[in-house]
């Protein structure tokens, strides 16, 4: 069902949950999230659900209500002057990692760096797709699960 929904996400309806950005800045902020964690095999439906996570966070502090869209407006003209296009307009990934690493002392790229490791990673969808079989602390532990079994760790 998850790659369904990611297959069907509608652009139109993630930017409308957004509460601190214009829904113009929406797909700079899932392409970002999608090159900072790369994972082509999971929808992007886990990715607006990490961006909205992180927008209502920041949605939530005046002191950082702007760090979105300014951070956007900030990645888009580095792109132009590296790339001579908007960040979702360029397509190689290598050449949009460029773009984020020379913006890579931002407050804006800190936050999502550091947001979407939980954000993303929080979601037990997200582990059911990357293999991880959850936790075990309430089943007594690894120990007597398989402790060397890896084979949920892809080659």
């Known amino acids: 069902m998850a790659g369904v929904i990611g297959t069907f996400s509608d652009g139109g309806a993630f930017a409308a949950t957004l509460k601190s950005v214009k829904p113009a800045a929406a797909p700079a902020l899932l392409k970002v999230a999608r090159d900072l964690y790369p994972h ?3 929808p992007d439906a886990y990715y607006e659900t990490a ?3 992180i927008d209502a966070g920041v949605a939530a ?3 950082t209500k702007t760090l979105l869209s300014d951070g956007v407006t900030a990645l888009d003209a580095a792109a132009v002057r590296l790339k001579g296009r908007p960040y979702t307009k360029i397509a190689p990934e290598a050449d949009r990692i460029a773009v984020l690493k020379s913006i890579e002392d931002t407050p804006f790229f800190t936050k ?3 947001e979407m490791i939980t954000a993303l990673y929080n979601q037990p969808e997200v ?3 990357l293999g991880y079989e959850g936790s075990s602390a309430e089943l007594g532990g690894y120990i007597h699960r398989g402790f060397n079994d890896l084979d949920w760790l892809p080659a």
Request: aromatic share 6%; charged share 35%.
């Open 40 to 42: 082509d095999r999971l």
């Open 51 to 53: 961006v909205t996570t």
């Open 61 to 63: 502090d005046q002191a």
């Open 112 to 114: 999502m760096r550091s």
């Open 127 to 129: 582990w059911t797709k």
